[in-house]
């Protein structure tokens, strides 16, 4: 096995990684966003210093996945620019 292949192999397990992180943290933006939802409407409706805090709170969780969120997808972006880059070598060497 070339050293070549070997990085093929960790960028599969790389992406594999990614994938298992994008999807929990897509599941705990979900249930933040009802969260939110909710928090709203129940401050829109008292109007108090606690549905405040909670509302500003929930959006604050919501501010740190999404962050979380765009990291992840860079890293899995630029894992899918350098398997296109090599391909796009592989299919020149070919032609």
Same mark, same amino acid.
């Given at each position: 096995?070339?050293?070549?292949?070997?990085?093929?192999?960790?960028?599969?397990?790389?992406?594999?990684?990614?994938?298992?992180?994008?999807?929990?943290?897509?599941?705990?933006?979900?249930?933040?966003?009802?969260?939110?939802?909710? *928090?709203?409407? %129940?401050?829109? /409706? @008292?109007?108090?210093?606690?549905? +405040?805090?909670?509302?500003?709170?929930?959006?604050?969780? $919501?501010? *740190?996945?999404? %962050?979380?969120? /765009? @990291?992840?997808?860079?890293?899995? +972006?630029?894992?899918?620019?350098?398997?296109?880059?090599? $391909?796009?070598?592989?299919?020149?060497?070919? /032609?």
């Amino acid at each position: 096995m070339s050293k070549f292949d070997n990085f093929r192999e960790n960028d599969s397990k790389s992406v594999d990684d990614i994938e298992k992180l994008i999807n929990e943290n897509s599941s705990e933006h979900q249930q933040l966003l009802e969260s939110f939802k909710k *928090s709203m409407d %129940s401050f829109a /409706t @008292e109007r108090s210093m606690d549905t +405040c805090l909670q509302a500003l709170n929930i959006s604050i969780q $919501l501010a *740190s996945v999404r %962050s979380t969120l /765009t @990291e992840l997808y860079k890293s899995y +972006c630029h894992i899918l620019e350098r398997e296109v880059t090599r $391909l796009r070598k592989i299919n020149q060497e070919n /032609t």
